[in-house]
Nanobody, 125 residues
Framework: QVNLVESGGGVVQTGDSLRLSCSISGRTYIRYPLGWFRQAAGKGREFVAAVGPNGVITIYGDSVKGRFTISRDIAENTAYLQMNSLTPEDTAIYYC??????????????????WGQGTQVTVSS
């Protein structure tokens, strides 16, 4: 069984930064993209970012482009989400996600196979 475990969430102020981590057990997704979604209270789950298996190719949701950076450490089997210039609109539960489709552009909510338990990020004004 594959487990995705997020960490790094917390309460910060507008303009602050946070780095989330997603530790993945097993090697099921070592050759596939990894990514992050988020869900704010009362809203649907939103795509945030994804990174290809070699860590070079990345894609981002429009609301986080230029502020968030996704990366992965292949040796540690861990994905990261560096979040800068945070605003209250970034307040949400952030979920690590994985699926077995090598096309990073197929990293969509409906196709995700595995989810982490989520980590809360709260940005105060």
């Amino acid at each position: 069984q594959v487990n995705l475990v997020e960490s790094g969430g917390g309460v910060v102020q507008t303009g602050d930064s946070l780095r989330l981590s997603c530790s993945i057990s097993g090697r099921t997704y070592i050759r596939y993209p990894l990514g992050w979604f988020r869900q704010a209270a009362g809203k649907g789950r939103e795509f945030v970012a994804a990174v290809g298996p070699n860590g070079v190719i990345t894609i981002y949701g429009d609301s986080v482009k230029g502020r968030f950076t996704i990366s992965r450490d292949i040796a540690e089997n861990t994905a990261y989400l560096q979040m800068n210039s945070l605003t209250p609109e970034d307040t949400a539960i952030y979920y690590c996600a994985a699926n077995r489709d090598s096309n990073i552009n197929s990293f969509r909510l409906q196709l995700i196979e595995s989810w982490g338990q989520g980590t809360q990020v709260t940005v105060s004004s």
